[in-house]
DNA sequence: GTAGCAAAACGAACTAGTTCGTTTGGTAGA
DNA sequence: TCTACCAAACGAACTAGTTCGTTTTGCTAC
């Protein structure tokens, strides 16, 4: 996980391991509770670092619950993207097993979505920008024939995003299931998201 | 809103009107706050009752957070089941008008998954229930022949769910678009809804 | 009508615990 | 010495939940 440049020649001052690692704690933190659910106290002892040092780095909780929400996103905007060349099914697919490997990622955007629009800023331009990103694969695409380009590129979009994440939101597994689906149900989740995929961009019905 | 029992001869003791008005209030606290961020102080002022009262009728603040998450379970499924005659895609259609004039509900949903898994206990019965009622509903109309009978019911239940509420989840538009969508958006958004559902559901493909 | 009563409600203060953010004193390495 | 760091403590604000004296309200009986 540590690409470590100190064994390059290049002077590049070690990027500030205490920093890393209490960004590291926060974003477990900041997943599981949430803004007001999390403690910085919590954070710093799982960063094994100090509060002064968490200070020292981020201003206020907030600052370090929008640090962890861009790095996440961008995060997720590059896996997503390392799949854009697939057919859109596929792409739908490796979208849900990383769902399914790395929920904290859905969990922060959740997370953002219910308390973001009072302390936090998300950044707009990466989101824009990465959403832009993802319009023209969809166009390419439509252009290419395998998806049919009678959808509204966006509106496709969101859809493939709301089939994908799906089972995360629908109240019966999220709220009533404690036992969590084993590794047949999460396959054959996974062929129905492709399946629902196929049928929304099949050229011609 | 307070339909009078008064007036009959019936002894019907007035129902606390009180113990309504704090639930009523905490409905939209917990709505927009979660369990954590929501302030047991503003709820009494909002529901011009004091805390003693609020007190008196739960006993924690995640036990009155409980009671709004059954009622809201409860109000929605009442909604859903209104709409289940419908042919799916239309079912989808007013579950997506709903969603939009209501998004209380798919919000405290959310809260509840998010912050659920850790003091409140949801009324697993209750959405267990409704759960079955719904997937009845979808074989029902396989049997009928207006949905393709190969998909598994639940599954084509989930992913429903999941393309009706894309939009609040969807990154770009739930963090980025400070700007909600007007009229003209949100009817092409709908129409897209019942279009995806019309294709999932086609039989024969 | 009014006296009396009990439940419901108010409101303001209070307790006890929590939490953020700051500060302080001290250690270890460059 | 300077920088990064830690452990501990601290202050101030906040918050859930409690207590208590007072007031209102609905009801019953006289």
Not at 45 to 66: G, I
Not at 91 to 119: C, K, S, T
Request: aromatic share 6%; proline share 6%; net charge negative.
């Amino acid at each position: 996980m540590n690409t470590d440049e100190s064994t390059s020649g290049l002077p590049s001052k070690e990027p500030e391991p205490t920093r890393q690692r209490i960004l590291e704690a926060a974003r477990v933190e900041f997943a599981a509770h949430g803004l007001a659910g999390a403690r910085i106290d919590r954070i710093a002892r799982n960063a094994s670092a100090s509060k002064e040092r968490l200070y020292a780095y981020y201003r206020h909780k907030a600052e370090l619950f929008s640090a962890v929400l861009e790095l996440n996103l961008i995060e997720f905007a590059s896996a997503v993207q390392q799949n854009a060349g697939e057919s859109l099914p596929e792409f739908a697919g490796a979208l849900y097993d990383h769902a399914v490997a790395h929920p904290e990622y859905l969990r922060m955007i959740d997370w953002a979505n219910l308390e973001g629009q009072e302390v936090i800023n998300p950044p707009v331009n990466l989101i824009n920008e990465f959403h832009a990103e993802r319009l023209r694969g969809v166009i390419a695409l439509q252009a290419a024939g395998s998806v049919d380009p009678s959808w509204d590129p966006d509106h496709l979009n969101a859809l493939v995003f709301g089939i994908v994440s799906c089972w995360i939101h629908e109240p019966a597994s999220a709220l009533a299931a404690g036992r969590k689906p084993d590794a047949d149900a999460l396959a054959a989740r996974r062929a129905s998201v492709v399946r629902a995929v196929e049928r929304l961009v099949a050229p011609g019905a």
